[in-house]
């Protein structure tokens, strides 16, 4: 099987492709692969990554929860929702914290 993205990269338009159903599956198999490889790493950091409860993050500034909603909103802090429940990453609030010194 030729290389279906190697010909699209080298300028190749308007190709009429004849596939079998084996060459179709492999394509799909690369692609997901290769989008696993380029997302995963990203994903899995995110995940590793340190949070702390909304709670958490109200008593290190002693705000109420209107106040951590607004810098919320105004992009001081970026929420990232775990199922229903609001946490900030650790790395944000020590941030956070030194420009409010």
């Not at 690369?30 to 590793?48: F, G, H, R, Y």
């Not at 810098?71 to 409010?100: H, M, P, T």
Request: positive net charge; contains cysteine; hydrophobic residues 40%.
């Amino acid at each position: 099987m030729t290389d279906i993205l190697s010909l699209v990269n080298n300028g190749g338009r308007d190709i009429i492709v004849s596939l079998t159903a084996g060459d179709l599956s492999d394509l799909l198999d690369n692609a997901i692969a290769k989008a696993k490889d380029e997302i995963l790493p990203t994903m899995v950091s995110a995940a590793q990554e340190d949070l702390l409860t909304k709670k958490e993050v109200m008593k290190k500034f002693g705000v109420c929860d209107t106040t951590l909603w607004h810098w919320r909103n105004k992009g001081y802090l970026e929420a990232v929702k775990v199922g229903r429940k609001v946490c900030y990453r650790r790395s944000d609030v020590q941030r956070l914290i030194k420009q409010r010194k």
